[in-house]
Nanobody
Framework: QVQLVESGGGLVQAGGSLRLSCAASGSIFSTNAMGWYRQAPGKQRELVAQ???????NYAHSVNGRFTISRDNVKNTVDLQMNSLKPEDTAVYYC????????????WGQGTQVTVSS
């Protein structure tokens, strides 16, 4: 069982930056992918960014060019650098880990709140 713990959320003004971090209790070296999702009130959870074992990344269209996902297989962390934040980025952000297969995620964190004020 792997535990994922997110940190770094908070309140920021529009145009500002935040860096989220996800710490895994086990090794992430063997994961097929690590991802960040978010869920805004009244909306479905959506994929924000993911990074594969090989380092390939993909982003939601709405954050492309503003957010950057990175992973550190030594520290067992996955970060999400968020720049030029907008009020519509307000959501609970979740870290996820995929150890098997190529779709879906096996483990999830509890989430961290990000609030962007206008």
């Amino acid at each position: 069982q792997v535990q994922l713990v997110e940190s770094g959320g908070g309140l920021v003004q529009a145009g500002g930056s935040l860096r989220l971090s996800c710490a895994a209790s086990g090794s992430i070296f063997s994961t097929n992918a690590m991802g960040w999702y978010r869920q805004a009130p009244g909306k479905q959870r959506e994929l924000v960014a993911q990074i594969t074992r090989g380092g390939s990344t993909n982003y939601a269209h709405s954050v492309n060019g503003r957010f950057t996902i990175s992973r550190d297989n030594v520290k067992n962390t996955v970060d999400l650098q968020m720049n030029s934040l907008k009020p519509e980025d307000t959501a609970v952000y979740y870290c996820a880990a995929r150890y098997s297969g190529y779709v879906g995620y096996d483990y999830w964190g509890q989430g961290t709140q990000v609030t962007v004020s206008s």
